[in-house]
């Protein structure tokens, strides 16, 4: 028996299943019967009590409609011209679902335009970057392609291990070592949507209304698997509970109810979060299941010090720079440190150029001069790190860090 007739016998037996209605629409819109797909979805939205699968019939009436907005060729479906008989498998249309249809015969009439929630999609751009642009850091992304990429693309191998897809990875470390940067090259690397949250997309003055502006950025990230979300300074939105005060108490509890709880899921869902003080974050966030992946984002070693000095000056009048000298005298500098070396070395010869109204390049004294009053800002950072590494390090969390202040013991 054909498994559309055969959906159709389960569905004029059981009208109520919200399941069969949703398998019937499936087999429906593979065949390209957009229309009777989308009243076979309507009929199983009707009765569904489950609100996951609500969601994903709502998401393929959508897809359906878009389809047959554009005309796609259907064999099996009528002509918008012709009249449509008002019943599903001898059960009556009601009235909500009969008014969608006849919107629905007006549709090549009407144009299909860009809503709010698809300019936001706009953000997913971002993903385009990859890890060929990211200077350096190769042990870092080794570490990222094991952990989080490879799943994403064997997850056939990862079930066989029931090894989910997605999850928490919290990427921390001094500032200005390129932490977003990192999280938006894993985006492109698993061509994944990439969902930056910023804190003013959730907080808002009236109770109860952060929860639930967080809560819609994960459904709707859950809606467009595979997907990654990056909390950029995520210890604003999961501060530590016992330090926190009572307006900020439901939206950490939030975030841990949607990252791994009842009735939610992450697979085939990343979440990243970055921070420069991992010791702030609620224990409860970096516990197995939510952030179970803690991944130190250490400052730049010496040969990616070199290519950040050769990216920032490129394309600047220079002469006669030696990026390999630069990036020897440079230890513990951040990507952000060199930059402003740069910066300061341009402004230094802007400002004698219009003294003396001689034009020249930038020379390598020039960034030498600037160096002699410079220090790398993860210096404090790391001084700080090194006490927590020393007296609050019993689970382990920090061992990557340990280990680099073990390296580095001498200089810091």
Known sequence: MDKVKWLQEQVKQNPEDAQTHYWLGKELAEKGSWLEAIQSFSMGAIHCSDENLRAEIINEITNASVQLQQGKPSDAAPALSEDISPK??????????EQSRKWMDRSSKLKVINGGGEQKQEKSTLSQVTFADVAGLDELKKTIHLRIISPFFNQGLFAKFRKKAGGGVLLYGPPGCGKTFIARATAGECSAHFYPVHITDILDPYIGVSEQNLKAIFDKARFQKPSIMFFDEVDT??????????????????????????DTSTDQMLVIGATNMPWDV????????????????APPDEKAREQIFQLKLEGRFAKSIDVAKLAAQTEFFSGADIE??????????????????NERPICMEDLLNVLKTQQPSTLEWLRTAKNYVKYANQSGLYNDVEQYLRKHRRQI
């Open 237 to 262: 939105i999961g501060f530590n509970r016992a330090k926190s005060s009572a307006n900020t108490r439901g939206m950490i509890d939030t975030l841990l109810a949607e990252m791994e709880g009842i």
């Open 282 to 297: 609620d224990n409860a966030l970096k516990r197995p299941g939510r952030f179970d992946r803690l991944i130190f984002v």
């Open 88 to 97: 599903v498998d001898g059960h009556p249309i009601p009235e909500e679902v």
């Open 340 to 357: 402003n070396v740069c910066e300061l070395a341009v402004e230094n010869v802007l400002a004698e150029i219009l003294t003396t109204g």
